[in-house]
Structures are given as structure tokens and as C-alpha cells.
């Protein structure tokens, strides 16, 4: 079984903060992904990774940083928390290839309340 | 921009009925489709995948996938109250996954 972890279920910092988020799968997939997910919004991708130390925006980049020095981990670091960053966040893996290794498995997210 | 639509519902069904859940897309470069489900509070988890024009059966959930129309469709046969919950369509895009917004189901007893 696919296995993605999430570091913290709830959060609460305040605005000016710098916050790290961090997930870990333990099944060697190639891709990770950090999203936001708001009521009405849906899911919103904020940056992908497809390979250790390379990233990609999402579409929504603004006020977020990431890191993966290692094939497992994938960190989202908040420079200076907002409150408007306050939301659900969602971690994802996939192995990496076409076709059904495109399935994503999700972490348990992290609800971020910042005050 | 490469969307993925979905009615937000609430389709609310009987105990008992099929429930028929539709997504279209806008990306004709997507090769795979994918169904979740998430429960209020909790992640998404994958039901199936579907890449192939046609049926694709599991259990009581059933993928369809029409690609000239862009069109995919979840259904569930013989809904029960623990179906009720949020489900995603997805389509792939290169290395991500665009995401519908979801429908809302709600299968009353």
C-alpha cells in the first residue's frame, strides 16, 4: 500500500511566520505535488516536483516555496504566512510514468489556520 | 487553460438507485481520467481509473469514457448512505492531474 504522510493534521500560526509543511511516501514514486484545497475552490495545484531537487510552479506559486533534496520528502515552506494562506493542504505522490502511474495518492492533509 | 468541469450538486439519490456522476474536459491531450471520493474532512482516495473508450467496471462502480465528446461519467449501482460524499474527476496533464471542482452526493436512506 501506497503510504503518503503529512507532518502535522492541524496547524496554527500566526501572520509573518514562517511555516514548513512536510510530506513523506514511502514508495518511491518519481512525482509529488503540494495543492490547497478551499470550499468552491476545489483543488488548486500550488507546485509539482518530478524529480529530486526539480520543481515546477502550479497554478498558484504566489507566497509559497518548496524543497525536495530527497526522492521521499517534499517540503512547501510559507515565507511570511497570511491569513489568506489559511486552508486545507493537501500532499500527493505518483509513480511517474503514463497511463494508470498517473494515479495520485494523497496524505491526510494538513489544515493551516493563520491568525 | 486546461479545465475540468463538474456540476458541484448536490445530486441527492435514494438508497437503493444508481447515481450518475458526469465531467467533461477541455484537454484533448489527456490520456487518463481518474474518479475520487472525499469525505468531508478527509483526503481524496482514488475509486478508478479509466483510459481506454468504453466501460470499465469495479464492484459496484462503473467508469465510462467517451473521448470524441470529452465526456467521462462515474456510475454507482445499488447507492447506499456511505456513498455520500464529494467526487473528483480528474484528467491527466503531462506530469499533474487537473482536478473538477467535485459532486456533492448524498444517497438518503
Redesign the interface.
Known sequence: DVKVTQSSRYLVKRTGEKVFLECVQDMDHE?M?WYRQDP????R?IY?S?DVKMK?K?DIPEGYSVSREKKERFSLILESASTNQTSMY?CASSF?Q???S????????TRLTVL | QKEVEQNSGPLSVPEGAIASLNCTYSDRGS??F?WYRQYSG?????IM?I?SNGDKEDGRFTAQLNKASQYVSLLIRDSQPSDSATY?C?A?SR???N????TSLLVTP
Open positions: 512525482n505535488f468552491g475552490l476545489g483543488l495545484l509539482f518530478y515546477e502550479g493537501l511517474g503514463s497511463g494508470s498517473d494515479t495520485q495518492y494523497f496524505g491526510p492533509g | 490520456q487518463s481518474f478527509k483526503s481524496p482516495e482514488l481509473f483510459y473528483l480528474a491527466s506530469y499533474a492531474l482536478f473538477g471542482k467535485g
